[in-house]
């Protein structure tokens, strides 16, 4: 089944190009919708009493030369992370084919978005760590041309940057993964969670996982490597803009969490203060470069990188509900900022502007229904209890007062506090752009102006990720109780 | 000792093949009236093909046995060995040759090039380099790169009435004249110190306490000097861009592949079967070649407008990634089995360039001469997907391989097995290196292949016109050839020459 979730998006990619361009869209939709029904599939049928070891398995060999093995495998980790891309792709795809907005060049578009489908999946399954940096590459290539072929007025530049910056990245991570390679002489990404580090010394378990976490830095990102990411977001077409907040940025914290914490195990010890110390200076960055945006995607951007601060602070505790509380934090993320740059997408549309001054308030008087989601998806975004936000930065707080053996307790105190601090700031600009908004008159200039209020389509995209948003918010044992035997088994060592 | 040797006419039968096909091109175009030069290019073609059958069934022979074939012998040494690094190799080559071939086809015709003349010197120039990937003497590979340099002099020079190719040819002449005498002495200090021609002889005489070292030392890196000209790695580098933007497309193609490989074959057989017990001396040397090719390639390629220019740092800048394994061998000294290894990544790495590089070649020969340019400015692509959408995408796919990005898998294979060997060597710093470099790579083949696919004066793309029917069968070849590495490149990953004791 996990090479279904596979071939599924990768043939459709290839048959799209020889459709009609009208029927372009709509087949899409049937792919990603069929990709998420497998995805589904594997959620009901998932063990959930062993969520700790890789489920539906696959392991063919490729390339024995570099022990490059087809080497796949469902755990509790990666079984939400699947089912979310799986969503978010449906939901973009059926983004793409409303009738009111169909993009040019659809085929193309279409092909790019089930190829990052096919890499961004593969990420996610793949239990070799060759196998692994493949997927993570064959991302770039289709995100890069969504960017340039679709995006913005800057969207050359923005998408240049991308690339050559996450190239970058991988570079660093696959020095890193081959240095590991060279002292373990194997690929397999179960074998080496079992190993937990045995037989490397603390030089090179402290070097690995700095190449490793240091070229998965980029993805995340962790500030001060994020510069791309405002452009990126910015310039890229919603569902580019979806795409890269709700999952992009996800392969790099999974990363972290399936390789670099569980395979250098004293290696993660020695550089996790650093990674929290990045963490938490992102958070507070990122809230106070919030406060000063203009631009409403520009502002859902640079929230991102606050959020990626709280799922590393999370990872840098290196104890099970701080890993569990990053692994929550992810899927939270996604939902709420898919939904975000769904919405501003939307705004967009309507206003034909992302800029705040130029909308100039009043979005709930002049569509309600569009103004309360709005309203909704920002209180979710900053961590009201009671909805998906919420919890991943909790929980990741929390696990900051007690860190794993071996870390200074009196820095994480400091973290939390810094982290604490900003909670407030984050609250701060969402509601101050709510204010500016939503709140309010409307405007002179858009009062004459007629357009509609939420349409059946629109809410068609949306609800699944309101239902979630909310759901995950009230249970979040939906997530953890799939994630917690995993990270356990991958702490413990297999 | 024998007088008189047997000659094992199977083994030798690749490069005899081409080289009598070259003969009777020549005898025939002396023959044949004008309106018939088509045929000689398909006499030509059918030569690379034949030889490329005898390949395989030499292959046939060699590979279930795992032992290699060899001829002109003393004793257990054989001056020329046919083994699984020669048959892939001249696989390679044939391959290379054939699509450099249809290529050229339409430009002996184009730009009025003598036929007889230009195949003769191609098939000459390519038997040299099949000869290469079999000597296992110092001998027969000076003779076989002079082989395949003399020709290349006068095709390079061959569209006469243009000032550019003239001087493009007079200076890699007397680039390759000095780099020659360079290792020829080198050669000379190499066998006064051991006595000997043969590789494996003086891989033994090497590890003998008696050996003059300090000459026999010197003699090492003057000879890697001499390959240092003949794969244009950085400094000796100068003559590239220059004698590709000279002459025609084709014969670029056939310098840029064909002409590399057969330096690399050399290379490789020189310092791994021949002086593999120095590498302590040439392995920090080739590093430094590997680390300033790179860089240098990768940094001025950044600035190149013309699509041949462009070209033309590039692959000074892979030369580097080429040699980037191979420099990490100081550390390895006495164990063959990993020298092996690192000798694999270089010959991985070079075959699937060879692949990749011709595809764009073959593109830029069927874009042409544009203002004196061959293959035009990198601006004069844009739009190209919507004027000609396979031609397009076929480049986009080749850009994206020597990127080693995927959808360019082959190429980002390669990479990893060239950045393993370099850390099994213990050469982080060179890995890191690369790393930089590989994005200093993608910016610009991203920048070429962006232009593909934007919106642009489609007018000049469609003039054009339609693809002919060789380029076709051209691109086709390379494309599916980078597609099939992509799938398994196992194929050509993991060959080294067979090294002794």
């Not at chain 1, 996990?2 to 939709?29: E, I, S």
């Not at chain 1, 975004?381 to 919420?390: D, V, W």
């Not at chain 2, 006419?9 to 009236?33: C, K, R, S």
Request: charged share 10%; hydrophobic share 55%; proline share 5%.
């Amino acid at each position: 089944m996990t090479v279904l979730l596979l071939v599924l998006p990768l043939l459709g990619c290839l048959a799209v190009l020889g459709l009609p361009p009208k029927r372009a869209a709509a087949f899409g939709v049937a792919v990603t919708s069929a990709t998420l029904a497998t995805a589904l599939l594997m959620a009901a049928t998932f063990d959930y009493h062993r969520s700790g070891f890789a489920q539906f398995s696959v392991n063919a060999p490729w390339i024995p030369l570099i022990d490059l093995r087809i080497h796949l495998g469902v755990d509790g980790i990666s079984l939400p992370l699947v089912v979310l891309t799986a969503l978010l792709c449906a939901l973009c795809a059926g983004y793409l084919a409303r009738p009111s907005g169909q993009p040019e060049r659809p085929r193309a578009l279409v092909a790019l978005l089930l190829l990052t489908e096919v890499g961004m999946l593969g990420t996610f399954v793949a239990l070799n760590l060759l196998l692994f940096f493949v997927f993570f590459e064959v991302v770039l290539v289709p995100m890069y041309a969504v960017i340039a072929g679709w995006g913005g007025q800057r969207r050359a530049a923005a998408a240049r940057q991308f690339i050559l910056y996450t190239l970058l990245g991988s570079g660093v991570l696959l020095v890193g993964l081959l240095l590991l390679y060279s002292r373990t002489s194997t690929m397999d990404m179960v074998v080496l969670v079992g190993r937990a580090g045995t037989g490397l010394s603390h030089g090179v378990q402290v070097l690995g996982f700095l190449l490793i976490a240091g070229g998965l830095a980029v993805k995340v990102p962790v500030w001060p490597l994020h510069s791309w990411l405002p452009d990126a977001h910015t310039q890229a077409p919603t569902v580019g803009s979806v795409l890269l907040a709700g999952v992009l940025l996800k392969m790099g914290t999974y990363g972290m969490v399936r390789i670099a914490v569980p395979m250098l195990p004293e290696g993660a010890v020695a550089l996790a203060p650093a990674l929290g110390a990045l963490g938490v200076a992102g958070i507070v960055y990122a809230a106070l470069a919030c406060l000063a945006q203009r631009d409403l995607k520009r502002l859902i951007a640079f929230s991102s990188v606050g959020h990626m601060g709280f799922v590393l602070l999370g990872i840098a505790t290196l104890t099970p509900v701080g890993i569990n509380a990053a692994l929550l934090g992810n899927i939270a993320h996604g939902l709420i900022t898919g939904l975000l740059f769904f919405l501003v997408g939307g705004i967009a549309q309507r206003y034909g502007s992302t800029d705040i001054d130029r909308i100039g308030g009043g979005l709930l008087a002049k569509a309600p229904r569009l103004g309360s989601l709005l309203v909704f998806a920002a209180v979710a975004s900053l961590g009201l209890p009671g909805l998906a936000g919420f919890w991943g930065e909790m929980l990741a707080m929390l696990s900051a007062f007690r860190p794993a053996g071996g870390l200074n307790p009196a820095l994480y105190l400091v973290f939390l506090a810094v982290a604490g601090l900003g909670t407030v700031l984050t609250a701060a600009y969402f509601l101050v752009m709510l204010r500016r908004v939503a709140q309010g008159v409307v405007p002179p200039r858009w009062t004459a102006e007629r357009f509609g209020d939420v349409t059946a389509r629109e809410w068609v995209a949306w609800t699944p990720l309101l239902v979630l948003v909310l759901a995950i918010g009230l249970w979040p044992r939906i997530v953890l109780g799939v994630t917690d035997g995993a990270v356990r088994v991958l702490l413990r060592g297999g | 000792m024998q007088t008189i040797q047997s000659v094992d006419y199977l083994a030798v039968a690749p490069p005899l093949m081409l080289a009598l096909t070259a003969v009777g091109v020549l005898v025939a175009d002396a023959f044949l009236p004008a309106r018939r030069s088509p045929w000689i290019g398909g006499a030509a073609l059918t030569g690379v093909l034949l030889a490329l059958a005898a390949d395989l069934v030499l292959a046939v022979g060699v590979l279930p046995q795992d032992r290699p074939r060899g001829t002109f012998c003393v004793g257990a040494s054989c001056s020329y060995s046919v083994d699984r690094f020669t048959l892939l190799f001249q696989a390679v080559l044939l391959v290379a040759g054939t699509v450099v071939l249809l290529l050229a086809n339409g430009e002996v015709r184009r730009a009025g090039l003598p036929a007889g003349e230009f195949h003769f010197l191609l098939l000459t120039a390519l038997a040299g380099a099949l000869t290469i990937a079999a000597g296992r003497d110092l001998v027969i590979l000076v003779v076989g790169l002079e082989v395949v340099s003399l020709p290349v002099f006068a095709l390079v020079a061959l569209r006469r009435y243009d000032g550019r190719s003239a001087e493009a040819g007079l200076t890699m002449f007397l680039v390759s004249v000095t780099s020659t005498a360079v290792m020829l002495f080198g050669v000379s200090l190499v066998y006064g110190a051991t006595g000997s021609m043969l590789l494996d002889t003086i891989s033994a005489a090497l590890r003998r306490p008696g050996t003059p070292h300090t000459v026999a030392a010197t003699g090492v890196v003057l000879v890697l000097v001499g390959f240092g000209f003949k794969v244009s790695a950085v400094p000796f580098h100068f003559w590239a861009p220059d004698t590709y933007q000279g002459a025609p497309i084709a014969v670029a193609a056939f310098l840029s592949v064909v002409s590399k490989a057969a330096g690399f074959a050399g290379l490789v057989l020189v310092l791994t079967v021949g002086f593999g017990s120095y590498a302590g001396v040439w392995g920090p040397l080739v590093a430094v070649l590997a680390a300033a090719s790179m860089t240098v390639g990768n940094l001025v390629a950044l600035r190149q407008r013309a699509a041949i220019r462009l070209l033309a740092w590039s692959s000074i800048a892979q030369a580097g990634y080429m040699l980037a394994p191979l420099g990490a061998a100081a550390g390895l000294v006495g164990e063959p089995r990993v020298l092996g290894v690192l000798a694999a990544a270089t010959v991985g790495y070079v075959a699937i360039y060879a692949v990749m590089n011709l595809g764009v070649f073959a593109v830029l020969s069927f874009v042409g001469w544009i203002d004196g340019l061959g293959g035009g400015r990198l601006d004069d692509y844009r739009g190209m997907a919507r004027s000609h959408p396979a031609l397009a995408l076929a480049l986009a796919f080749c850009l994206a391989c020597l990127a080693g990005l995927p959808p360019g898998l082959a190429g980002l294979f390669a990479k990893i097995v060239v950045f393993r060997g370099v850390l099994t060597g213990g050469y982080g710093w060179l890995a890191v290196l690369m790393a930089v470099n590989t994005v200093l790579g993608l910016a610009y083949y991203l920048a070429w292949a962006s232009r593909l696919f934007a919106p642009g004066p489609s007018e000049s793309t469609a003039a054009f016109g339609p693809v002919p029917r060789h380029v076709a069968i051209a691109v086709g070849l390379a494309v599916a050839g980078t597609a099939l590495m992509s799938v398994l490149p196992q194929l050509v990953l993991g060959v080294a020459p067979t090294l002794g004791g």
